[in-house]
């Protein structure tokens, strides 16, 4: 059985750096074709692509936010971590993480974690 | 950097067939993925590759591609069938991954 969880902090202050974390299992990352994506929603919007790490530890980021995004893994917890520098207020919305096979389909999700970027 | 355009809205009658497009250049020569989105929930994955369904997944869905549009059916609409739904695809060419701006289906 999949499962993904997100957890992070609820509400980060602007220009402050976002640490989530996506805790799996049912899968290992070290599986050859296996990946793990975040993807974020803004509240009433379309969702967006953020950052995907395959089973070889290769990289891939979005064009726009490529800047301010790490994504890591650490296969011995079965986990991976999400880092968005210099948080703003679009910045608010609810981040998935999601299993993907590496030809970029996500077929388990996670219930998702609202984050909230004010003063 | 490629973009895929579907429709805000689409409406339907409960028993009647509803189509969502999914347009993008040249989208035929990839392969597109389909999720529904209800109201509070994440994403479920529906159509894959095209036209496959996952397990559980109800023969009602189907999908097609070709040339610049990929289309997800959805046959004999229920009330349940209202949500949102996304089409993706990974763009190898840039190693990255587009969603479509949303559909959000509404059963009259």
């Known amino acids: 059985q999949v499962t993904l969880r997100e957890s992070g902090p609820a509400l980060v202050k602007p220009t402050q750096t976002l640490t989530l974390t996506c805790t799996f299992s049912?899968?290992?990352?070290?599986?050859?074709?296996?990946?793990v994506s975040w993807i974020r929603q803004p509240p009433g919007k379309a969702l967006e692509w953020l950052a995907l790490?395959?089973?070889?530890?290769?990289?891939y980021y979005s064009t726009s936010l490529k800047t301010r995004l790490t994504i890591s893994k650490d296969t011995s917890k079965n986990q991976v971590v999400l880092t968005m520098t210099n948080m703003d207020p679009v910045d608010t919305a609810t981040y998935y993480c999601?299993?993907?096979?590496?030809?970029?389909?996500?077929?388990?999700w996670g219930q998702g974690t609202l984050v909230t970027v004010s003063s | 950097s490629y973009v895929l355009t579907q429709p805000p809205s689409v409406s339907v009658a409960p028993g009647k067939t509803a189509r969502i497009t999914c347009g993008g250049n040249?989208?035929?020569?990839?392969?597109v993925h389909w999720y529904q989105q209800k109201p509070g929930q994440a994403p479920v994955l529906v159509v894959y590759?095209?036209?496959d369904r996952p397990s559980g997944i109800p023969e009602r869905f189907s999908g097609s591609n070709s040339g610049n549009t990929a289309t997800l059916t959805i046959s004999r609409v229920e009330a349940g069938d209202e949500a949102d739904y996304y089409c993706?695809?990974?763009?190898?060419?840039?190693?990255?991954?587009?969603f479509g701006g949303g559909t959000k289906l509404t059963v009259l």
């Open positions: 049912g899968f290992s990352l070290s599986t050859s074709g296996m990946c």
């Open positions: 999601a299993r993907a096979s590496d030809s970029g389909l996500f077929d388990y």
């Open positions: 790490i395959d089973w070889d530890d290769d990289k």
């Open positions: 040249n989208i035929g020569s990839k392969s």
């Open positions: 993706q695809v990974w763009d190898s060419s840039s190693d990255y991954v587009v």
């Open positions: 590759d095209d036209s």
